[in-house]
T-cell receptor
Framework: GEDVEQSLFLSVREGDSSVINCTYT??????LYWYKQEPGAGLQLLTY?????DMKQDQRLTVLLNKKDKHLSLRIADTQTGDSAIYFC????????????FGTGTRLQVFP | DADVTQTPRNRITKTGKRIMLECSQT?????MYWYRQDPGLGLRLIYY???????NKGEISDGYSVSRQAQAKFSLSLESAIPNQTALYFC?????????????FGEGSRLTVL
């Protein structure tokens, strides 16, 4: 497909792990990104992964990249209420002169 | 103070009115972007500029225009607003060539067209 796809909603219990999935469009994208949007705010870069990597870990965050399937995931360990936000994946395909293409966003709700 | 500032933060207007949304940045970045966010549709690119003399259409430019008055300022205009332009609008900056492509966003301008 032509769109960067994400599921719209995810609900998890505090302390559990969250996994947010994304299917992107172009296997030649150099970087893949995860942005976080907290309520009433703009997007902020959470983490990114270079396309020659399979995995990147940063404290509670783990990014997994499967280039063959064009699949990107973000795992948040020990999910907290402050993690409640919308998470966007994004890619920068060369055909788009390196401008980012964003997914639809996944709204993560963390309940106690 | 925010590095990327958008004004106004909220605006309600009527169909047919001209609206300007302004964006200014203190990051010294060359590249600036305007996106709109709609529920379930993510962010869609309206216009972008890689430098003061450069203006480019994004995927949904119809009904919008922009002006890059200086490196630090990029404004978005709706010449004759219509209800389906009701959305949350974001300005973003990027360092430019050689960067990792990270975008820095303003806090958004919520526009309602009645």
């Amino acid at each position: 497909g032509e769109d960067v796809e994400q599921s719209l909603f995810l609900s998890v219990r505090e302390g559990d792990s969250s996994v947010i999935n994304c299917t992107y469009t172009d296997s030649s994208s150099t970087y893949l990104y995860w942005y976080k949007q907290e309520p009433g705010a703009g997007l902020q870069l959470l983490t990114y992964i270079f396309s020659n990597m399979d995995m990147k870990q940063d404290q509670r965050l783990t990014v997994l990249l499967n280039k063959k399937d064009k699949h990107l995931s973000l795992r948040i360990a020990d999910t907290q209420t402050g993690d409640s936000a919308i998470y966007f994946c994004a890619e920068n395909p060369p055909y788009n002169t390196d401008k980012l293409i964003f997914g639809t966003g996944t709204r993560l709700q963390v309940f106690p | 103070d925010a590095d990327v500032t958008q004004t106004p933060r909220n605006r309600i207007t009527k169909t047919g009115k001209r609206i300007m949304l302004e964006c200014s940045q203190t990051k010294g970045h060359d590249r600036m972007y305007w996106y709109r966010q709609d529920p379930g549709l993510g962010l869609r690119l309206i216009y972008y500029s890689f430098d003061v003399k450069d203006i480019n259409k994004g995927e949904i430019s119809d009904g919008y225009s922009v002006s890059r008055q200086a490196q630090a300022k990029f404004s978005l205009s709706l010449e004759s607003a219509i209800p389906n332009q009701t959305a949350l609008y974001f300005c973003a900056t990027e360092e430019g060539q050689g960067s990792t492509g990270e975008l820095f966003f303003g806090e958004g301008s919520r526009l309602t067209v009645l």
